[in-house]
């Protein structure tokens, strides 16, 4: 009954590190995103993937990588983090597409510093 | 493209108080709106959607009515309680064979006794 988890929960980087936020779920979801969320600002779709081997980007795509693999996994890496990627992250799954249902990981807040 | 534009908060009520958040959008094409709620330190949760005008949503005693003509999608509760108090989030997908989902800013409800 795990639904979808993300790792870490908190991290703190130094401006130019790298890393990977992960998120996986076990519904067997076609559709995995990955949204950052900033005060005052809403949560921003950054890319999404409608399937394994399809990745699209969303509204704030710029300085993060995705891949998906395989179904259950969806990875969003930050090439050279930036003070400015300073957020928490949600990855969210569906069956088919956001028209359906999102279900939301319980976030990753991310600290660069 | 999309935008969705919700009052902003906070907004403080005691509880059996009646809740409207505002909610409307520009959008292209057919879009669907809906309401997702953040308790606090949790991912967000679907509360309700619509699929096409005039459609009412409902869940847990809150409702909205998708209103094509001024195209908003207001949430209503009757009688608010404390177990309320959350960070209530309108959202647009703009329509049928649209992977995104385009957020407003989130208003936070607080319901004291």
């Known amino acids: 009954n795990a639904g979808v988890t993300q790792t870490p929960k908190f991290q703190v980087l130094k401006t130019g590190q790298s890393m990977t936020l992960q998120c996986a779920q076990d519904?067997?979801?076609?559709?995995m995103s990955w949204y950052r969320q900033d005060p005052g600002m809403g949560l921003r779709l950054i890319h999404y993937?409608?399937?394994?081997?399809?990745?699209d980007q969303g509204e704030v795509p710029n300085g993060y990588n995705v891949s998906r693999s395989t179904t259950e996994d969806f990875p969003l890496r930050l090439l050279s983090a930036a003070p400015s990627q300073t957020s928490v992250y949600f990855c969210?799954?569906?069956?088919?597409?956001?028209?359906?249902?999102?279900?939301f990981g319980s976030g990753t807040q991310l600290s660069v510093l | 493209g999309n935008s969705v534009t919700q009052m902003e908060g906070p907004v403080t009520l005691s509880e059996e108080a009646f809740l409207t958040i505002n909610c409307t959008y520009t959008?292209?094409?057919?879009?669907?709106p809906f309401w997702y709620v953040q308790y606090p330190g949790e991912g967000l949760q679907l509360l309700l959607k619509?699929?096409?005008?005039?459609d009412k949503g409902s869940n847990k005693g809150f409702e909205a009515t998708y209103r094509k003509e001024t195209t908003s999608f207001h949430l209503e509760k009757g009688s608010v309680q404390v177990s309320d108090s959350a960070v209530y989030f309108c959202a647009l997908r703009s329509g049928a064979g649209s992977y995104q989902l385009t957020f407003g800013k989130g208003t936070k409800l607080s319901v004291i006794p």
């Open positions: 959008a292209t094409g057919y879009p669907s």
């Open positions: 969210a799954s569906s069956y088919r597409g956001p028209a359906e249902k999102l279900f």
């Open positions: 993937s409608v399937g394994a081997g399809i990745t």
């Open positions: 619509a699929t096409k005008a005039d």
């Open positions: 519904m067997n979801h076609e559709y």
